[in-house]
């Protein structure tokens, strides 16, 4: 049964953690990555669109959330309070941006569970076109794609930027508008409100511009 916040607010996203944070108290928010038992230790890596932050379940600190995280399975959603801790001497992992810290958890809220996925949610996965867009919604959480949306992201607000500060307006037409007889193939939509009336989905943003411009 997914449990409610009841007013935990995030801290802290899942890439933010450094050395700097050592004895915070932190609350993160994310998907489960992957659930390793290491003799009754585990260790969950939770993600989410920053990044991943190693959280780990002790038996000898708080035993019910120990015996909670056995049940916690990849792409479970999770909300973790702990306090940062330095990893052991040697086992920082420098392929981590929080590679140093670990997140030694006294409290956690499976707020959805997750069935087991028909892939791993990881970066070059070999996925048919099928097979990624039945399961689109998890294709999205893959690092690579979602490194490829940020990439759009941050150039479309770059153009957008650039063309703001040489005094461009950005102006956002609308969608419908009346039928014009140009002798181009419309696509009508009934209006709801009119009956018997219909609305077209605008070809070019042709007329809207000649308004603009006189």
Request: charged residues 30%; glycine residues 6%.
């Amino acid at each position: 049964m997914p449990e409610s916040l009841d007013g935990w607010k995030r801290t802290h996203h899942c890439n933010a953690l450094r050395k700097e944070d050592i004895g915070k108290e932190a609350v993160l928010m994310g998907w489960v990555a992957k659930r390793r038992d290491h003799g009754g230790v585990i260790f969950v890596d939770l993600r989410d669109r920053e990044g991943v932050t190693q959280v780990v379940f002790r038996p000898d600190i708080e035993a019910e959330m120990h015996a909670k995280a056995e049940s916690i399975r990849n792409e479970f959603v999770l909300a973790v309070q702990g306090k940062v801790e330095p990893r052991p001497e040697g086992m920082a992992n420098p392929n981590l941006d929080t590679g140093a810290v670990d997140v030694e958890c006294n409290a956690v809220k499976v707020l959805n569970e997750a069935e087991t996925p028909p892939f791993q949610i990881e970066p070059d996965q070999e996925l048919s076109e099928e097979i990624r867009l039945r399961y689109r919604y998890l294709d999205l959480r893959r690092p690579d794609v979602q490194a490829t949306m940020l990439l759009r992201h941050k150039a479309s607000q770059e153009v957008r930027k650039h063309l703001a500060d040489n005094g461009f307006l950005e102006i956002e037409t609308p969608y419908l508008m009346k039928s014009t007889p140009e002798g181009a193939r419309d696509y009508l939509v009934p209006s709801r409100v009119n009956r018997g009336s219909f609305y077209a989905l605008p070809q070019s943003p042709q007329t809207y511009k000649q308004l603009l411009m006189v």
